[in-house]
């Protein structure tokens, strides 16, 4: 089916059913999971293959699903960006370019229903859960050939796919394989394949309309059924046209001093800030890896071996891995020296809230936490230092690694990528070695120990660049409180990076919570509620408020200028029930992220 298919396609390609040729004379469709772009694409580039092989139609489908984990705002956003790009360019080259978001009275079951008029469907290969489970599920119900594409990588996953216990074997495993595809350029196709004409089993959203109106963009995204309490990084545009500005100006004036500043988190231009671009599949490694080669640098050397061997060691190791997320994957010298330390006493065990939420006992450590939480993003060389100091503020291995993944994932631009996944697990032992002696809790796991990483670096200008406004720099919100649903609402901002003031209202509302009474919170909210509950015996609104307040008022920016804006209290004519009040945090958390989405965010022109 696939003999046609040049060397540097079929290379990349996996049959994901066993039906083997195609039959239909309906679309060639692309289904676009994680590599959003069209240039260097080769999912696109297989696809327009086939139809021009068999003189089929073509489109691009792009969905955007809620169930991927830790949706919220901050992502779907990004995946707009992205929509706006990928529709502008599609455009540009003729050809068909659809999205579909996921959302109230839109759920219709799109892929079955394409599964059964298609072709064949072409999608990009992403080896995570929940999205390969759905290529299976597709696949094993789809009538035409479901393939995967691997447009990650600059080794192909199919071609190589195995689990390498370390990064200098994976090196030394694929070096003729990574010299050859260094030096050839990835060849454009000049024909253009027919565009699609028929019916689709789902009403398109309009991008100009929609998602290139700001106020229209958030009405969208406010129908979904995400997490609003993690904003959007205003600062961090997605999409593949910027994605190519960056690189494009890094390869000119940065990529020279990698090599030396690389390790430096207090410098923030010694490194080129793009892993979030290679993780939503905005920039292709194939051209990265390629431009930077040709420099013969020092410094392009090492950026390379990041990008080719650390990186692309994560995703083949991923690839072999039947349950990428299990603790079973670390070695077992690792394992058994967790087992050994498992009931040594901890420095101090920590509620999930307070480490959710910057309040552990390093300051270090709280403004790299602070980093993801505002702007999504952790310097690399901390990455190791933060993950490190989890097992002593938790009781065990599987909870460490939970709350690790957890962090980085709802937080981190460049999170829910094989990348991450490897970065948490190697944190606890995966791909090292013992180091002895042993010590309490790390046992003979290598030690990273945040006074040292404090001490050789500059951290009063590392700490001046987290705290940086994530909005406008006149911006500052008065919230008056009334209830915990306004307390709740008004620390996310805090959270989220904005210079917040909380004024008490005096017919502040106390009443007696109970665990059932939690259970009426938005999903999102339960488990930071239930954490500020778990260590008190008190069990009114009032703790509650008091815990949630704490802080908020401590803004670490200063605003010359402010332009003040006032988030009032809820007006009910009846007074609310404590059910009431906790079901209403999903709707104040809205109403708050839509101003805050209105004076923050810029769609493209």
């Not at 690792?334 to 050994?340: G, I, N, Q």
Request: with cysteine; aromatic share 10%.
């Amino acid at each position: 089916m696939m003999e046609f298919l040049p060397e540097h396609l079929v290379e990349r390609c996996v049959k994901s059913n066993n039906v083997n040729s195609i039959e239909s004379k309906g679309p060639v469709v692309v289904w676009l999971k994680s590599s959003h772009r069209f240039h260097e694409n080769p999912a696109i580039d297989v696809a327009k293959h086939f139809a021009i092989q068999h003189d089929l139609e073509m489109f691009v489908y792009q969905g955007i699903d809620e169930r991927y984990p830790h949706s919220s705002l901050r992502h779907h956003n990004m995946l707009l960006d992205a929509a706006s790009d990928m529709a502008k360019i599609c455009r540009e080259n003729d050809v068909s370019y659809y999205l579909h978001v996921a959302r109230k009275t839109h759920r219709p079951k799109v892929l079955f229903e394409l599964a059964k008029t298609s072709s064949i469907i072409i999608t990009d290969l992403f080896p995570l859960p929940p999205w390969n489970n759905w290529v299976k599920n597709i696949a094993s119900s789809a009538s035409c050939p479901v393939l995967e594409v691997d447009c990650h990588c600059v080794i192909p996953m199919p071609l190589f796919g195995k689990s390498v216990d370390r990064p200098f074997k994976f090196r030394s495993a694929t070096k003729k394989m990574r010299k050859l595809r260094l030096d050839r350029h990835w060849p454009a196709i000049h024909s253009v394949p027919r565009k699609f004409e028929g019916e689709l089993p789902f009403i398109p959203v309009d991008i100009e309309k929609v998602v290139n109106n700001r106020e229209s963009r958030f009405q969208l995204l406010q129908q979904c059924e995400i997490d609003p309490t993690v904003f959007p990084v205003w600062e961090q545009k997605g999409g593949e046209i910027v994605a190519l500005k960056k690189w494009d100006s890094y390869l000119k004036d940065g990529i020279g001093g990698y090599s030396r500043r690389r390790n430096n988190a207090a410098d923030q231009r010694g490194v080129s800030k793009l892993s979030y671009a290679f993780h939503y599949g905005f920039l292709s490694p194939m051209k990265v890896a390629r431009e930077a080669s040709a420099l013969g640098t020092k410094s392009a050397e090492k950026y390379l071996d990041e990008l080719l061997i650390f990186r692309e060691h994560a995703w083949h190791h991923i690839y072999a891995c039947s349950d990428p997320y299990s603790t079973q994957n670390l070695p077992t010298w690792a394992l058994d020296s967790w087992r050994e330390t498992e009931d040594d006493v901890r420095p101090s065990i920590l509620p999930l809230h307070r480490l959710e939420y910057s309040e552990s006992s390093s300051k270090l450590w709280n403004y790299c936490q602070k980093s993801l939480t505002r702007h999504g993003e952790l310097h690399n060389n901390l990455r190791m230092t933060w993950g490190k100091a989890l097992p002593r503020w938790t009781s065990n291995l599987e909870i460490s690694l939970s709350i690790s993944q957890m962090l980085n994932d709802k937080y981190a631009l460049d999170g829910r990528d094989p990348s991450s996944v490897v970065g948490v697990q190697w944190c606890h032992g995966l791909f090292d070695r013992p180091f002895y002696p042993s010590v309490p809790v790390m046992g003979i796991i290598r030690k990273r120990e945040i006074e040292t990483h404090e001490s050789r670096l500059d951290t009063e200008k590392y700490y001046r660049y987290v705290n940086r406004l994530n909005s406008a720099p006149d911006q500052h919100y008065v919230v008056k409180v009334n209830s915990v649903c306004e307390a709740y609402a008004a620390r996310v901002l805090k959270d989220n990076g904005l210079s917040v003031e909380i004024i008490s209202s005096e017919n502040a509302m106390i009443d007696i919570i109970s665990k059932r009474d939690i259970k009426s919170a938005p999903v999102w909210a339960r488990d930071r509620l239930e954490s500020i509950l778990s260590n008190t015996n008190e069990t009114d609104m009032k703790t509650l408020k008091l815990s949630l307040s704490s802080g908020v008022n401590n803004n670490e920016q200063s605003l010359l200028s402010p332009s003040v804006i006032t988030l009032e209290n809820f007006s009910d004519d009846n007074v609310p029930t404590t059910r009431e009040i906790l079901g209403k945090i999903h709707n104040r958390c809205w109403d708050f992220a839509k101003v805050v989405w209105m004076n923050n965010s810029k769609i493209p022109e």
